[in-house]
């Protein structure tokens, strides 16, 4: 049996005195208890309950009928005797097992819990069919065809066993003790089967004793029965029966083995139980809150003392008194409602009404026990009266921090908004003052072009154009400069007002960078760089914006070409990774990407600076007075690289130089997982 069920059918008998015992014994045991009905069908019971049956002497037919087809399977049933008898002074028992069949096992009075749990076989946290112990069968039976049926069934079944076809080699055998059951035919020569039984327990007085036969005369299973043979079966033998029946026998073996130290547990338990009432009765008397027992009609059974400090009604006033003589029924009934909807204890402040009419605020808590017979109820009742005073000063603390909170945020966004405005403004400003800019210049450019095309007239002297041709020059190398940093001011605010929108095709890294790298070849030739492109990758193709991602390639190349010494090396590294392009979600989302490195041999970046090297208008401090620039370069390819959802960053090599390392996304992002984030209206 598996006492997890925790479920117990009975159906009752002529003794109605006996149910409310064996009811409190399962109870005692941890199952829930009901009533069997006849109406119950076999398919809807589960496999894991216990069935208890009160032994009668009158069965209606239907139900007679549906206690065997339960009885045939391998559930767990018992047959309840009404008295201690033995059967042959307990008709009511003997015509039950006559009705049902000797193979049924019998529990008898007292139904205490010790008492149950020995004769059903429940053991602390083990259930039988998870012991170890494997019984010994002793077969007999003089026809060697249906031995060796019998002794291949019950090996089958996992039992060890030993198989005779003398009676008298049995009796022998049975000398050692190694015997748990006999399992015998009643016609045989040397003596039947109940003889054999009879002998055997001279020799074994626990051995338990099946009985089989051709025979089914009723004086042969009445014998049977009032020699105490456990179980009873027919020639054929149906496996499945005899299944059942050593599976009974077994949890009968096993609660005779767990007799004496369930003997000793219950000894133990209940000195056990005795001092935990008197630690409990104690622990109670020491507790603030009053603690109230109600019965099933909701009047009080028991308090402790603290009920007496917190109400000013003694205890013995209070027993017997309803609820009402405490709680408000308003309040009792929104309680008890809660009550029945868990079986978990349930809580609500409230009022207490004091013997005086005053009243004191309060935390109810009630519960209800399913552990005992009758419906009884724990209320605790726990002062709060200061702690209500303390939450009422908190929440009008709370109330005033919240008001500076509220002000102070208020502040705070006063002056967030004034920052983006302030930002805005400025760049609006470096927009429209590029744009302002940038129109002169054309104009002083262009008339720099017409300068050196009339400078290429013949009558001008000689002299004098190698003069002007100078001025020119530098006038067209200042206009230049001056035309970038334009240039990149408005990029940096076009970028930043999100004014900047990507046009997306599928590109080849390779190309972009073979463009790049002729666009600088006279400034790598002047310095003597070689740039080697490294890749293991079958194809470098990746969906971004053609413009966008050669502005950030000729910025880092141009870049890697000014810091690094003439006669070095640049080497640009493909491969393929993974990037984050949803960076200011809850969970990442990693996609396929293309990494590119640019990697040369200058002076690197001071460590204290690798965080702000993509600032606007930063600059390294290696580099303000060398090769120079504006600060701008670095943060237009971050706010580039940000807006294909890639990733930027820069670290120094082992040896000398930097590396800045870019990743954008391979193929269009599919959002179809993900939530769209802020800027993705940008992408196309």
């Known amino acids: 049996m598996n006492t997890s069920a925790k479920i117990a059918y009975y159906s009752p008998g002529e003794e109605q005195d006996l149910e409310q015992p064996i009811v409190y014994g399962l109870q005692s045991l941890g199952f829930e208890v009901r009533l069997w009905h006849g109406s119950v069908k076999v398919s809807a019971i589960k496999n894991n309950d216990l069935y208890i049956f009160f032994a009668r002497t009158n069965w209606n037919k239907e139900e007679e009928a549906r206690v065997k087809a339960l009885m045939a399977t391998e559930l767990p049933c018992y047959l309840a005797s009404p008295c201690k008898h033995e059967i042959k002074d307990n008709p009511c028992l003997k015509l039950a097992l006559e009705t049902f069949g000797g193979h049924v096992p019998v529990i008898y009075p007292p139904y205490d819990s010790a008492n149950l749990a020995q004769q059903l076989g429940i053991l602390r946290n083990v259930s039988l069919k998870q012991m170890t112990h494997v019984n010994q069968v002793l077969v007999v039976d003089d026809s060697p065809s249906m031995l060796a049926v019998l002794e291949h069934y019950v090996k089958d079944l996992g039992h060890s066993c030993f198989a005779t076809v003398s009676a008298k080699e049995a009796l022998i055998k049975l000398q050692t003790g190694a015997f748990d059951i006999l399992l015998t035919d009643y016609q045989m020569d040397e003596m039947n089967g109940i003889e054999l039984i009879k002998e055997s327990r001279r020799v074994f007085a626990g051995i338990k004793s099946i009985l089989v036969t051709s025979f089914s005369e009723k004086n042969i299973v009445l014998e049977a029965i009032s020699n105490n043979v456990d179980a009873f079966l027919e020639k054929p033998v149906d496996f499945q029966l005899l299944k059942s029946t050593l599976g009974r026998l077994e949890n009968m073996i096993n609660m005779r083995k767990e007799n004496s130290r369930l003997l000793v547990e219950l000894t133990e338990s209940n000195t056990s139980l005795k001092e935990g009432r008197d630690i409990l009765n104690a622990t109670l008397e020491c507790l603030n809150e009053a603690v109230l027992t109600l019965d099933s009609s909701f009047k009080i059974i028991s308090a402790n003392t603290a009920v007496t400090e917190l109400t000013q009604y003694s205890l013995d006033s209070l027993l017997g008194k309803s609820y009402s003589s405490l709680i408000s029924e308003k309040i009792w009934s929104v309680l008890f409602q809660l009550c029945m909807e868990t079986e978990q204890g349930v809580s609500l402040e409230g009022t207490v009404i004091r013997l005086d009419g005053s009243e004191f605020s309060a935390n109810f808590t009630l519960r209800r ?20 005073a303390v939450e009422n000063n908190l929440l009008s603390i709370n109330e005033e921090l919240e008001s500076k909170v509220l002000e102070r945020t208020q502040k705070i966004e006063e002056a967030k908004q004034e920052a983006e405005r302030a930002n805005k403004s400025k760049s609006e400003f470096l927009a429209n003052m590029s744009h302002e800019l940038r129109t002169p210049m054309h104009a002083i450019m262009s008339f720099n072009s017409l300068i050196d095309k009339d400078l290429a007239q013949p009558q001008v002297p000689v002299s004098i154009q190698e003069k002007i041709l100078g001025f020119t020059y530098r006038i067209s190398e200042s206009s230049k400069r001056l035309l970038k940093l334009i240039n990149n001011l408005l990029d940096i605010s076009k970028l930043e007002t999100g004014h900047s929108v990507l046009q997306k095709n599928s590109l080849d890294m390779l190309d972009i960078i073979n463009v790049v790298r002729s666009d600088l070849s006279p400034l790598l030739q002047e310095k003597s760089i070689e740039v080697k492109v490294n890749t293991q990758l079958n194809s470098t193709k990746s969906n971004a914006d053609d413009e966008k991602i050669t502005q950030v390639m000729f910025n880092l190349l141009s870049n890697a070409c000014k810091f690094s010494p003439n006669d070095s090396t640049i080497e640009i590294n493909i491969a393929s990774s993974e990037v984050n392009v949803d960076v200011r979600g809850i969970s990442p989302y990693f996609v396929p990407s293309l990494e590119v490195s640019v990697k ?51 670290k120094n090599n082992e040896e000398k130089g930097a590396c800045f390392t870019f990743n954008i996304p391979v193929s269009p992002i599919n959002w179809h997982t993900k939530s769209a984030v802020k800027g993705e209206r940008n992408e196309r």
């Open 600 to 650: 040369d041999c200058g002076v690197g970046i001071p460590e204290n600076e690798i965080h702000s090297i993509f600032d606007k208008f930063v600059q390294s401090s290696k580099t303000k007075t060398g090769a120079g620039g504006t600060g701008l370069g670095l943060a237009i390819c971050k706010e580039i690289i940000d807006l294909h959802r890639g990733k930027i960053y820069v």
């Open 369 to 388: 026990s399913f552990k005992v017979i009758w419906d009884v109820y724990i209320l605790v009742i726990q002062d709060i009266s200061s702690q209500k």
